[in-house]
């Protein structure tokens, strides 16, 4: 089974900082990666898919980055409704998908 | 609009059964796999299940395999979580997701979710 991880599992930072958030995967998963976001007691919302396409709508302060096993969620200017947890996602062809633990950013 | 609504949770005896359901509308149905997600209290998101969108493969994680069957009707636009043997691990805010293509693909739109709670 393919495990991701995350880091940091937490971070703060102030607004307008430069935010980078990196997932890992246990084995190469070329570019079946996907970012989402979730806002307190919101539903999950998906930023990002594989591993760099932006989903319609999302801010373009978002950017991801990566293949194989290594990859990235930038914020380019953290916004104070930027605060959420941020989740990596893999998915494949096989049907199965893994969440990473996910990170808290939350604001200096 | 891509509209996603699930019911069917609530209180549950350990070892007992529960259905859920997820009426999807504002998108052509059968064309997406769609997927059940999970989220503990106060924890990360755990995939469930999947289904192909003609409903001919499923998909499951280890955690609720041979206890949980997923499935759908598309002539009803609406999909299904059979759970069995529940425990209460299985306690958690249940998503469905409606999936990007058909399977292997990410998920881009999601219910507000509906509660299992498993206890005595």
């Known amino acids: 089974d393919i495990q991701m991880t995350q880091s940091p599992s937490s971070l703060s930072a102030s607004v307008g900082d430069r935010v980078t958030i990196t997932c890992r995967a246990s084995?190469?998963?070329?570019?079946?990666l996907a970012w989402y976001q979730q806002k307190p007691g919101k539903v999950p919302k998906l930023l990002i898919y594989?591993?760099?396409t932006l989903q319609s709508g999302v801010p373009s302060r978002f950017s991801g980055s990566g293949s194989g096993t290594d990859f990235a969620l930038t914020i380019s200017s953290l916004q104070p409704e930027d605060v959420a947890t941020y989740y990596c996602?893999?998915?494949?062809?096989?049907?199965?998908?893994?969440f990473g633990p996910g990170t808290k950013v939350d604001i200096k | 609009e891509v509209q996603l609504a699930e019911s069917g949770g609530g209180l549950i005896q350990p070892g007992g059964s529960l259905s859920l359901s997820c009426a999807a509308s504002?998108?052509?149905?059968?064309?997406?796999?769609m997927s059940w997600v999970r989220q503990a209290p106060g924890k990360g998101l755990e995939w469930v299940s999947t289904?192909?969108?003609?409903?001919?493969?499923?998909y499951y994680a280890d955690s609720v395999k041979g206890r949980f069957t997923i499935s759908r009707d598309n002539s009803k636009n609406t999909m299904y979580l059979q759970m069995n043997s529940l425990t209460a691990v299985d306690t958690a805010i249940y998503y469905c997701?409606?999936?990007?293509?058909?399977?292997?693909?990410?998920?881009?739109?999601w219910g507000q979710g509906t509660l299992v709670t498993v206890s005595s």
């Open positions: 997701a409606k999936d990007r293509n058909d399977v292997g693909s990410s998920s881009n739109y």
């Open positions: 504002g998108f052509t149905f059968s064309n997406y796999a």
């Open positions: 289904i192909s969108g003609s409903g001919g493969t499923t």
């Open positions: 084995q190469g998963i070329s570019n079946y």
């Open positions: 594989a591993a760099s």
């Open positions: 996602q893999n998915y494949n062809s096989a049907g199965f998908k893994t």
